[in-house]
């Protein structure tokens, strides 16, 4: 039998061999308690510890997240153009009634200024005679033509001739007077005139600047359209046009809205239907035959479901008719002689398919 090991050294060797893995850590009994210090600085750990698990639960649940603010969409656009057109249209009206006023009114000070002008110049006559008469006795003394009526005449003479002398200074002051009379009645008129044009021009000016701003305000949200979108004065707002053609195509196509249709015209003036296709995208520099079964073979084909704004779309069997669509089942085309490029519906007649230009 081999030498047994007392179990008092075993334990002892067993503790050493521990003692020498593990570093020894100093142990508080579970009764005590560390002073008031480090009990404060656990409570402000256990604090932040607290805030930032509060703080990352709520970036998970986005309560801290920076707000997302989408884009507003093309009804929305369309929505605020149509406000600040109601501003507009009020403004310009406002605009067009101070103008016609004002032309009234430049017309009556013209027509004031030809009065005004023979009696001013009547006023002005009379004027320097009477500062001729008034300089002459200032200088010379009383004119020899009145020293010759006191010398000759006789003592029964001398009224008569110094009561004509009155009347004719008198009547010289009545002339006066009524030319004086009558030019400030036309000056008091034009001053009013002057006065209210002075008043409506300043109108005028402050309506044009209002037109100007809210003209901006509309053409700056007609800007933030999306590219896809083709806002024309002939046809309505066109969504998701797939390419730069495409709007190109549109936008020359809804200008000719109103033109007549003439069988073999390509434009300017007036178009069959092939001819309207050819010179759209003409001016988005695609070449299509002037002939509907060649448009046909011209594109690519595309679904009906597929179709997009911009794309041909061919009608009857024989393909005999084409225009180009707009969405919404809307196309703009050269109808028929008797009527006019206009914009309506695709199920007028039986759709053939859809080609894409380019």
Known sequence: MGRLIPPLTRSRDARWSVAKETPPVATMPLHRHAPGRSRAGG???AARGLVVLVAAAAVGAGLLAAPAYAAPSVEEIEAQIDKQWQKLEPTIEQYN????????????????????????????????RVADLASRYYITGPS??????????????????????????????????????????????????????ADQEAKEKQLAAKKKQIDAEIKRLEKSLPVTVVKTTNCPTIKDVV????????????????????????????FDCSGLTQYAYKAAGIYLTHFTGAQWN??????????????????????????IYLGNNQMVHAARAGKPVNVSPITTMPVAGFRRPG
């Not at 004031?112 to 001013?120: D, F, S, T, V």
């Not at 003592?155 to 030019?183: C, F, N």
């Not at 936008?251 to 434009?267: D, R």
Request: glycine share 6%; proline share 3%; aromatic share 4%.
């Open 144 to 197: 020899q033509e009145i020293g010759v009526v006191l010398l000759n005449s006789k003592p029964d003479e001398i009224g008569e001739q110094m009561a004509l002398l009155d009347r004719l200074a008198s009547q010289e002051r009545r002339e006066l007077e009524g030319v004086m009379k009558i030019r400030k009645k036309y000056d008091d008129q034009k001053a009013k005139l002057d006065g209210l044009i």
């Open 43 to 45: 409570l402000r750990r």
């Open 97 to 128: 009634k101070v103008r016609a006023q004002l032309k009234v009114n430049r017309q009556k000070a013209k027509s004031l200024e030809k009065k005004i002008q023979p009696l001013a110049l009547e006023t002005e006559l009379a004027m320097n």
């Open 298 to 323: 011209e594109g690519k084909a595309v679904s009906r479901s597929d179709a997009r704004p911009g794309d041909l779309v061919f009608f009857r069997s024989d393909v005999s008719h084409v225009g």
């Open 243 to 270: 390419s730069a053609a495409a709007r190109t195509a549109i936008k020359t196509a809804c200008a000719q809205v109103g033109k007549p249709y003439v069988w073999g015209a390509t434009g300017p003036n007036s």
